[in-house]
């Protein structure tokens, strides 16, 4: 069973970075679509940047596209979102997720999830 645990969420100032990690376990030989979303209150989740085993591959949301960077370590099983020029619209809990296989980068394709990690841009 595929296990994510994610970190480094917290308050920071508009213009800001913060670095994401999720840390991994239970993975198979298997290809895997890694991803990061982000659901803020009374809203649907959103905001997917994903990393695709098979070819390394990115894809990110258009409302982070340019200022969040997906990478992963497979060496330390973890997965990293660099996020930076942060906005008070990215404000919400940031979730970790893993599919099996090459899936869509959105939220209703993926197979397991993180309990997430709070992200706020406030001044």
């Known amino acids: 069973q595929v296990q994510l645990v994610e970190s480094g969420g917290g308050l920071v100032q508009p213009g800001g970075s913060l670095r994401l990690s999720c840390t991994a376990s239970g993975f198979t030989p298997d290809v895997y679509t890694l991803g990061w979303f982000r659901q803020a209150p009374g809203k649907e989740r959103e905001g997917g940047s994903c990393?695709?085993?098979?070819?390394?591959?990115?894809y990110y949301a258009d409302s982070v596209k340019g200022r969040f960077t997906i990478s992963r370590d497979r060496a330390k099983n973890t997965i990293i979102l660099q996020m930076t020029n942060l906005k008070p619209e990215d404000t919400g809990i940031y979730f970790c997720a893993a599919a099996t296989g090459t899936a869509r980068c959105h939220h209703d394709a993926m197979d397991f999830w993180g309990k997430g990690t709070l992200v706020t841009v406030s001044s």
């Open positions: 990393i695709y085993d098979i070819d390394g591959g990115t």
